[in-house]
């Protein structure tokens, strides 16, 4: 078995030996310093320009359109069952009438002339009472202007579709109106030219360019005289929802004048 080795004389053999190496280094020179860094060049003088950011334009705003204004389509005339269209004798004017209704129209032939013949009645319900007057006049004379300025008197416009082609008359609508009157609220519908939101006599309802000098076809009382008087607006209001003046509104929806050839 070999010996173990000493420990201690290796650690003193190793300490002569380290001696003049110490020695040595001591004696070394000492390294010269490093070059000190360059200096950082200067925010003047030769440094490059920025390049300038470009601004960004702003994005346009949509300016909203408006809608477009709605305008009222024609009224739409349904069939009714039994319902028959009555045709006046010059064969130009036409309406439709529930079963039972009458249409009572006399024609004159004024001074032997057939150009001025006019033709005037009245449309009468099953029970014989007047519901509308009709009259189409060619034989001079003048029915009724609106003639501005007046006083317009107060006024409620409850209906107003236009005719559309079925008239040819420009601008003609199937208006109602209630408006005051010396003797109550006084309620005239009827096909009209008259523009019943701004007409200075709301009352006037007619046609004036179809070939006749004037053409009335309207609602009126029971006496087939006038157009019919109620006590109030509210009474007024009352009988255009009636079942009595949804017929009137339906015969002067079916309403057709042709133009003269």
């Not at 099953?126 to 008197?153: H, I, K, N, W």
Request: glycine share 8%; with cysteine.
């Amino acid at each position: 078995m070999r010996p173990p080795r000493d420990r201690t004389a290796r650690a003193l053999r190793s300490a002569a030996l380290l001696l003049p190496l110490l020695v040595l280094a001591g004696c070394a020179p000492s390294p010269a310093p490093a070059d000190s860094a360059p200096p950082a060049p200067s925010a003047t003088g030769d440094a490059p320009t920025p390049t300038p950011v470009p601004t960004a334009m702003p994005t346009p705003t949509a300016t909203p359109t408006p809608p477009p204004t709605a305008t009222p389509a024609p009224p739409v005339v349904t069939a009714s069952p039994g319902w028959q269209r009555y045709a006046a004798p010059d064969g130009r004017t036409s309406w439709r009438m529930p079963p039972g209704w009458t249409a009572d129209i006399t024609t004159e032939v004024v001074e032997g002339n057939p150009v001025w013949t006019d033709h005037r009645g009245l449309v009468r319900d099953e029970t014989g009472t007047p519901m509308l007057r009709f009259e189409a006049v060619a034989s001079g004379g003048q029915y009724a202007t609106d003639y501005t300025p007046c006083t317009r008197p107060a006024t409620e416009v409850l209906d107003a579709a236009p005719m559309g082609a079925a008239v040819a008359s420009a601008g003609a609508a199937r208006v109602a109106v209630a408006y005051e009157g010396s003797s109550g609220v006084i309620f005239a519908a009827g096909i009209s030219q008259n523009d019943p939101h701004g007409a200075c006599e709301p009352g006037i309802i007619a046609l004036y360019d179809v070939g006749y000098d004037y053409l009335v076809f309207e609602i009126v009382d029971d006496a087939g005289l006038a157009a019919p008087v109620f006590g109030s607006f509210d009474a007024a209001r009352a009988y255009a929802e009636t079942d009595e003046y949804r017929a009137i509104r339906d015969v002067l929806d079916s309403f057709e004048v042709v133009a003269r050839s």
